[in-house]
């Protein structure tokens, strides 16, 4: 099977390099990341966008995806989808913070009694080591306000978050 895939790779880097009005490119490298958390069409985000609220329905959410890019490392937004080093993030606005069952969470995120909104949330992301002491996020934080709400507006979208 191995011999056949790359067998099918040259042969399409031959088919690539014979003609310049290349056909589709296939996802490239390994493993995408970031991908859209949910198959929208870009016509579908962007009529979410404008649902969400203020300053959210006005975010980038091309820019707040690339920022996403950052994250996805750690989480996924998917209904369903793996905790990976951090807990799956679907339905996290209004949800209690540390709550997702089978996720090992720090004590000092349980102890916060938070629910998460956008607001907590957009603390959260500046600095999670100045917002809770303790937490095992190791994330050094989304510094420019702007890109954290171009990333919340992603999330939310990508969570299915319910104005
Ligand atoms: C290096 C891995 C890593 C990265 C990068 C990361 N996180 Fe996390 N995240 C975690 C871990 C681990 C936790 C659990 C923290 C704890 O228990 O103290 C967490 C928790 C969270 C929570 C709380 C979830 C809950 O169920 O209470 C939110 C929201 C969150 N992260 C959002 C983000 C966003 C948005 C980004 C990008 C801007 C991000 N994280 C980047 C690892 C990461």
Known sequence: MRRLGLTLAATAIVALSACSKAPTTAPAGPAAPAAP???????????????????????????G????????ACHTLAAGGP??????LHGVFGRKAASLAGFTYSE???ATGWTWDAAR??????????AVPGTKMT??????????????????IGTGFQP
Request: with cysteine.
């Open 37 to 63: 958390a949910a198959p929208m069409s870009a016509a579908d985000r962007q009529a979410a966008l404008a649902k969400l609220p203020a300053p959210y329905n006005t975010a980038d959410l091309a820019n």
């Open 121 to 130: 949330i957009d603390s959260w992301i500046a600095d999670p080591k100045v």
């Open 108 to 110: 000092a995120l349980k």
């Open 139 to 156: 994330f050094a934080g989304l510094k420019d306000p702007k890109d954290r709400t171009d990333v919340i507006a992603y999330v939310m």
């Open 83 to 88: 905790s990976m080093t951090g807990p799956n």
């Open 65 to 72: 995806e690339a920022k996403f890019a950052l994250c996805s």
